[in-house]
Every structure is written in C-alpha cells, then in structure tokens.
C-alpha cells in the first residue's frame, strides 16, 4: 500500500482503488457481497448499524490519534477511498465481528455515506460529525423509541385551598385522588372526567386501593378502620379496625388474594377480606424472624418507622416495601420472612416502582435522587442525579421501557430504562404558590395526572391506529435502492421501512420540520432525503441518521425557498439541482454545489395562474414540465427557463407528469382521470 501523503501516494492510492489492485480485499468484494452488506441476505441484516456502533466501540482515544494524523498528512484533500480503507484496516480489528470481505464491503459502505457530497474524498470534520451524529441519533430514531408528553389542561381537585394528599390510578383504568384530611376520594375514569365520589363516615382518608377480582374498593381512615365499598355504586359494603396504628398504605395481589397494610409503626400486615375470617389479620411480615445482625448493624425484621409504599414485584413472588426509616424490603411471598434491605437513600422513602420486563426496581424519597436497583443483589447499581429538589413520585409505565420521576417542585423527568438516558423534562405549573403532591399514570392511554392544589393533565404521543402505515396521510412515499428500504412521510415525520424482509420500520425522524411535510425526493446518491414543508421551507437530511444537512433559504423570499407550500420536489442527477414548485406558483432551481447551504441558480415567477400541482423533468430533452389547478400543461427549456408550449386540453386540474425517456413524449394526467401523450421536440 502507499503511503499516505505526497501527491505520488494519493494518485497510486486512487489508481489502486480503481483498478482493483488493493491487497485489503477490494476486488474480492463483488455485487453479490456489497448486496449482502446492505441487507440483501438473511445472515447479515441489520449489519450496517452493528458495523458503526463496532467502530464507536473500538476508536480509542490512540486509535482516533492516528487516524486524525492520517487525515492530516492529507492536507484538506482528505482520504481517498483506498486511502480510507488502509488505514481503518490498519488500526481496527474485526476477525471477531465479520470476515474480511465483509469488513471492506462495509467501509466502502460507511465511506459513501460519511462522503455525503460524493467528492470522493472523505475530511476529518466529515468523519467527526457523522460518529457524533450516529451515536446521538442511536435511540431517538429507533420504532420503539419513546414518544413525548404534551399539556393538555389544569382543572381544580375540589377545595382549591387544600392540598392533594394522594393520586392514585388502579387497574380498572379509575383515577383516585383526595385531599389531606378529607372524608372523601373522588374517582376518574381514563379519560380523567369525574364519575363519582366515596365518602367515609368516620375520620379522614388515608389511602385508597382497588380490590382486583372483588369488584371493591378498600378504604383506610384515621379512625383506625378499613372499609370497603361497591365499585360501580361507592356504596359502603361493611369494614373491620385495625388493633392500633394508622393504615398508612393498602396493596393487593390478587394472586394471593391479600390485602396487604403498612402503617405509621413500620408494620406490613396481610388480612382476610372475604369469607369467615373476615377482618382477621393473617400474619405479619417479617415477625420473629431476625438472624444475627445486618449491614450498619441492624437486624432483620419489620421496619422502624412509617411504612410508605408497598408493591409486588411481578413474577418474583416478593413484595417490596419502603419506608421513611430510609431502607426498602424485599419479602418472601412463600416464607413471609425478609429476604434483603437495600440501603442506600440519606433520608425516607417515599415510593417504589418495578419494571417487571427490565427488571429494574426505582425508588424516590425526600433526597434529590433518584435510585435504581437490581432485586437479585443487594448494592445500588445506579443514582439519578438531574432534579434539584426532594421527589415525590416514581412509576413505571406498564409494558413500556418509561419511568417517569417527579419533585415537589413540578419538574418531571422522562427516562428510559433501557440505557436511562433522560428523553425529556417538563414542568407541572401550579395556580398558587405550593408543592407538587404526587402524580399517576393511566395504563390503557399513559395519561399523567399530577397534582398540588390543582390537577394537571398531561397526554402521551400515541399511534392511534398502528394497522396503518402512519396516522396521517402519506404525502409521498419512495424506493431507495441503495440502502433497500422504503421512506414514508406524512405530517412531521419520516419513516424508514425494511424492504429487504418486510421487518417493518426501522427508524423514525421525528418532528424533522415544524410545520406539515408536503413534499419529498431523494438527491442522485440515495445519501439524503430533501423536505418541502406548508410554509416554503425546503431542507436536505442525511438518509442514515436524520441529521439536517443544509437549508435552502433566500433572501428575497423571506428567508425560504418559497413564500407558499411547496407543492412537488424533484431531483435532477446529471446535474445535482433540486426543482421545487409551490402554490406561489414559481418554479425555482436550486445546485447542491455549496455544502452547508442551497444555492439558487434560477427562478420563474408566476409560471402558472394557479397553484401548481404537478411537476417532471428529462435530461435527454433538457425540459421540466409543470401543471396546475387551472389545467394547464406548460413545458420550460431547462438551461434558460424559457416557456416552450402552453398545452391546453385538459379540463381538470392536473395531477401528475413524466417524460417517457428516451423517447420524446410527455405524458400528463388530470383530477378526472384522462390520461394524454404529448409529442415533444427531440
């Protein structure tokens, strides 16, 4: 191989590449291997986005030194090619990921994408922004990747100078809040519309819980009772008191069809809810067991101070507790004795979460973090540190990778248990002055209901009809045979499809532009997709990762391409242009030659007298051709944007154009369905 700088090296670097004589296997790697590479075969799929994260994986601090020294000792040429391939062979090692050929297929792969404008050459800053970019774009892009929450609105609780002493949502898809020191809890349904109230007879309300399988709710009260009532009437059914303590928690696992109670003491009792032994305590977790000493040297058994949560930990036959002690239990089910205590939170407890997929159990307490454990060990394996205050809440979203996190303050927190990056933050603003007391999240549409004085509510970005292919209509829809896949777009976003297996969608850009998307083409590398929006607006991406690459905006036209929607886009390969036309009825020719921006190289000015709606170009015959709603054909000369022929036999708005090349006819297509050739110049 060459070496790596002078003039003699880079051109039998290029005549290497050229001609097939590299000894790093570019000539091994024919049509049938490069096809491999991009998805062709069943063995390889998906390799592309394996290979770079291979690549992100292995460049250490030494290896990206000497590879930054080799793109320097090219000047501003950059690399070539062969030059590429030599060194990233040199440093990187990757008999354990893939063969050889396999390897070079996949540089050759990753240089024509990373070489967006297809110079040949690949810079170091093309290099750098194309690493960053991918491992930034790792996630959000993904299908399943999380979604945002948005405001919907804020309603009074009740008593808008009380406090919410506790949210809850259940199973039955109901939402339960009340106010501290209220005899009442008043209950939602998912759409969180107020459908009725319970109302306890004797002292305030404590905690509330939903009684699976029973069709009851259970109901504890400072007057030492628990009561039960109707779910459909709230109509009380009967109760039973507790001996001594205050209830200051209810959880039931309808497996066991137990009720379980923690209370202001620190004990975590099971109790008979239906039957004869109605009322009747069944045990005590914890109780009379004790072997030697713990960890800070407390011994085993119940806890010392106020039980605040209790879950079950779903397919582990435990049940979790915390408590303002500062310690958070793991139980037995099937011993009822103590298995562990996690230490680890400076001050109490105040909620536990479970993700029964991941794994993963969450609490939050009075400390400002947020605390991730593994049930299988004892040590913290992870501390959230991004809200500035004490917290007030943590729940998992059932059979989704969300946990949402929340402090007194109203500051919620998105995180993703998968990598538990942080997706989002957002801010619960309350009418007066005050404390955020707690929040929940409906199962069946994953509202968030948050309150303090008053209720706010938060909706999820959803897919409402997943059958389809988006919820919008398809603007337009394309093949890319580069990367064999399919891109969609409707609305704001922009889809990726697998169309070597049918795998369904493999990446999202979402939200890419701020208005509507209605127009789309991809540029003559298959490297990058170009957007039109409703407002003008017109902005090339990189295919692979989503990034925005340039925006084509003038000066004369408010700072965008068009001053209205950008009704059609296409791409002109012999050229490298883009052809736009909008409802301002223009026609506008932009070049790709400058980098981070469009250049425009020559625009027509009410070219119809109407919106224009359709839109062909051929380079044989050096003529774009356009159509609009007052059904007209109109042929342009390319080169000087000169009117050739007005056609004018339609009688409905035109729809679609194209040239039938290499012959010299234009073929046009109108809103009432006729169909006519016409015959152009040669």
């Known amino acids: 191989m060459p070496p790596l700088h002078g003039e003699e090296g880079k051109e039998e670097a290029k005549k290497e590449a050229a001609e097939g004589e590299s000894t790093f296997g570019l000539t091994e790697i024919g049509v049938a291997e490069k096809a491999r590479v991009r998805g062709g075969d069943d063995d390889t799929q998906g390799l592309d ?103 919907v609105n804020s309603r009074e609780t009740g008593n808008h100078n009380m406090y919410v002493h506790s949210v809850r949502t259940f199973k039955n898809d109901m939402v339960a809040i009340f106010d501290v020191d209220s005899p009442q809890v008043r209950l939602y349904n998912s759409r969180v519309e107020y459908v009725g109230k319970i109302v306890i007879s004797k002292g305030h ?71 004869r032994g109605f009322g009747e305590e069944k045990y005590e977790l914890g109780v009379g067991y004790a072997t030697a000493m713990e960890h800070r040297g407390r011994a085993t058994g119940t806890h010392r101070d106020i039980v605040m949560d209790i879950i079950e930990l779903k397919g582990l036959d435990i049940v979790a507790s915390c408590s303002m002690d500062r310690t958070i239990k793991l139980w037995d089910l099937s011993t009822r004795k103590l298995r562990r205590t996690l230490f680890g939170h400076n001050k109490g407890v105040k909620q536990i979460t479970y993700s029964s997929e991941y794994r993963f159990l969450i609490s939050v307490g009075f400390d400002f973090d947020v605390l991730v454990w593994n049930p299988y060990v004892a040590n913290l394996i992870l501390r959230l540190s991004d809200h500035t205050c004490s917290l007030c809440g943590a729940r998992i979203v059932p059979s989704t990778p969300i946990l949402l996190t929340a402090d007194v303050e109203g500051n919620f927190k998105v995180w993703d248990v998968r990598n538990f990056f942080c997706v989002q933050s957002f801010k619960a603003e309350e009418s007066q002055k005050g404390e955020l007391k707690g929040f929940a999240n409906v199962r069946s549409n994953k509202m968030l209901v948050a309150c303090g004085r008053a209720m706010h509510i938060f909706d999820y970005e959803k897919i409402e009809k997943p059958e389809l292919t988006d919820e919008m209509p398809l603007c337009s829809a394309m093949y890319n045979a580069t990367t064999s896949t399919f891109i969609t777009v409707s609305g704001k976003h922009v889809k990726i499809w697998d169309a070597a297996d049918g795998g369904g969608v493999s990446k999202v850009y979402r939200n890419l532009i701020e208005t509507e998307i209605t127009a789309m083409c991809l540029d003559f590398r298959e490297r990058k997709f170009i957007l039109g929006d409703h407002f003008g607006n017109l902005y090339a991406y990189d295919f692979l990762n989503g990034a925005k690459m340039k925006e084509f905006a003038y000066e004369e036209t408010d700072d965008k391409a068009h001053t209205d929607e950008i009704s059609r886009l296409l791409y002109c390969n012999e050229h490298a242009t883009v052809v736009s036309v909008s409802w301002d009825r223009s026609i506008a020719i932009h070049s790709e030659s400058e980098a981070e921006e469009g250049v425009l190289l020559r625009r027509i000015e009410n070219a119809h007298s109407n919106d224009i709606t359709a839109l062909a170009h051929s380079f044989n015959l050096s003529l774009i051709a356009t159509g609009g709603e007052d059904c007209i054909v109109k042929v342009w000369d390319y080169e000087f944007c000169r009117l050739e022929s007005s056609l004018f036999s339609h009688t409905s708005p035109v729809t679609c154009l194209k040239f039938l090349d290499p012959f010299p006819v234009l073929m046009s297509c109108d809103a009432g369905g006729n169909i006519m050739l016409w015959a152009t110049r040669p």
């Open 49 to 151: 986005d394996r290979f770079i994260a291979e690549i992100m994986m292995n460049l250490d601090s030494a290896k990206i030194a000497t590879l930054r020294k080799a793109f320097e000792q090219n000047d501003d040429d950059g690399l070539s090619l062969a030059e590429f391939v030599h060194v990233m062979t040199s440093i990187l090692d990757m008999d354990h990921f893939m063969t050889d050929d396999q390897f070079a297929a996949n540089l050759i792969e990753f240089f024509d994408q990373v070489d967006i404008n297809g110079d040949g050459s690949m810079e170091w800053e093309e290099f750098t922004s194309f690493i960053v970019e991918m491992g930034m774009s790792e996630h959000e892009h993904q299908p399943d990747a999380i979604s945002k929450f948005f405001f």
């Open 205 to 275: 309300v404590k905690c509330c819980e939903w009684l699976e399988g029973l069709g009851q709710y259970a109901v504890s009260s400072t007057d030492l009772s628990i009561n039960f009532y109707d779910g459909h009437s709230y109509q009380f059914i009967r109760s039973f008191r507790t001996p001594s303590q205050n209830t200051t928690v209810l959880h039931w696992i309808q497996s066991q069809e137990e009720l379980f109670s923690g209370d202001t003491k620190g004990h975590i009792k099971s109790w008979d809810c239906q039957g």
